[in-house]
């Protein structure tokens, strides 16, 4: 397992920071964004204003260090439904994040400039769309790169392995990032695959896979930037397989309480990617401290004004219900929208 950033904050023998002080503070505040806006997420969807919300909690690393490998100018993000941090940096508003699970149909509109496909419920079945993207970006000799998001649970399912069978094959510039959280939904990994790892898969399909530590920034980071530099290169696709711990539920329709281990997640606690990065920015320079103080009520104000700016929206308009379905709608749907509109529901 690669690893480059020690729980304790410093780093590991022989290793090497991939990233400047100002960038690292960059990152650590992404996190705390998405730290807190989980947080706010959960608050929401009990009071009955988001719909079934799913917390990034524990994983701040491994979303965050491989999102920084990616340039948000040429290159793609698709996703799952876990990575708001990457979506973010990546350009996509907070406020459309926040449309999306309160069920407004215009969060799902990705704006323009924003290379990402929209967020994906549907476990898997974002991974063939993603190399046919880095297929098609190929073919039309584009310097872009596709990184495709995807959990251990996701991993068990016939479309990833056709994915990456597809992927091998055409030598497609797409960079699988495995997710290994530890559970899918409540079946634990151990129940899922006898390998030793998820990431040995690769090789049978032609390209390489890497383990690393995805609690670790820096390891995520470095991790993902050789492998998006591989792809653009013109060496294939890389799956990278990062193991992190989901620090609470799948989501707020689910009790971890009833098949995890409390002793087990304490332990994960311990190596809480935050606070490893915040230890190794205050061993480098004790005046970080105050930047680093200095971002919770700065990420809090963040997200108040992304509030404010979904809920000005306006009403959702039954139209939007059949907006970005089809380029071009059937006669069935148009059916579906002139009926809506006459029985008003």
């Not at 023998?13 to 960059?26: F, T």
């Not at 032609?206 to 653009?232: H, I, K, P, Q, S």
Request: charged letters at 25%; one cysteine or more.
């Amino acid at each position: 397992m690669v690893n480059v950033l020690e729980p304790s904050g410093t780093l590991a023998s022989g290793a090497a920071a991939p990233l400047a002080d100002d960038d690292v503070l960059a990152a650590l505040r992404l996190m705390k964004l998405s730290r807190a806006f989980d947080a706010k997420g959960a608050s929401l969807q009990r009071q009955g204003r988001f719909g079934t919300f799913s917390q990034v909690r524990g994983q701040e690393a491994s979303v965050v260090g491989s999102a920084w490998a990616l340039d948000p100018a040429r290159d793609w993000i698709v996703p799952q439904y876990r990575e708001l941090p990457a979506l973010v940096r990546h350009g996509y508003p907070l406020a459309h994040f926040i449309r999306y699970f309160a069920g407004n149909p215009a969060g799902g509109a990705i704006p323009d400039g924003v290379n990402m496909l929209p967020i994906q419920i549907s476990i898997a079945a974002q991974l063939p769309h993603a190399v046919g993207l880095a297929w098609g970006l190929m073919l039309q000799r584009k310097d872009a790169v596709v990184l495709v998001y995807f959990g251990d649970g996701a991993s068990s399912e016939g479309d990833f392995h056709e994915a990456c069978n597809l992927a091998g094959i055409v030598r497609a510039p797409v960079v699988f990032f495995l997710q290994n959280n530890g559970w899918a939904i409540s079946t634990p990994r151990r129940k899922q695959s006898a390998g030793r790892t998820l990431a040995e898969r690769a090789p049978a399909y032609g390209f390489a896979g890497e383990v690393v530590d995805g609690n670790d920034l820096f390891a995520v980071y470095a991790e993902t930037a050789r492998a998006v530099a591989r792809a653009r290169e013109g060496g294939g696709p890389t799956l990278i397989e990062s193991v992190t711990r989901r620090l609470g539920p799948h989501n707020t329709a689910d009790d971890p309480t009833r098949y995890a281990d409390p002793a087990d997640d304490e332990r994960w606690r311990a190596l809480d990617p935050i606070d490893r990065v915040e230890r190794y920015l205050l061993a480098r320079d004790a005046r970080h401290a105050e930047r680093i103080a200095a971002f919770d009520a700065d990420v809090a104000a963040e997200i108040e004004r992304a509030l404010e700016e979904a809920a000005g929206g306006g009403a959702v308009d039954r139209d939007q219900l059949f907006a970005h379905v089809y380029a071009e709608p059937p006669a069935r749907l148009e059916r579906q929208r002139t009926d809506s509109a006459r029985n008003g529901r």
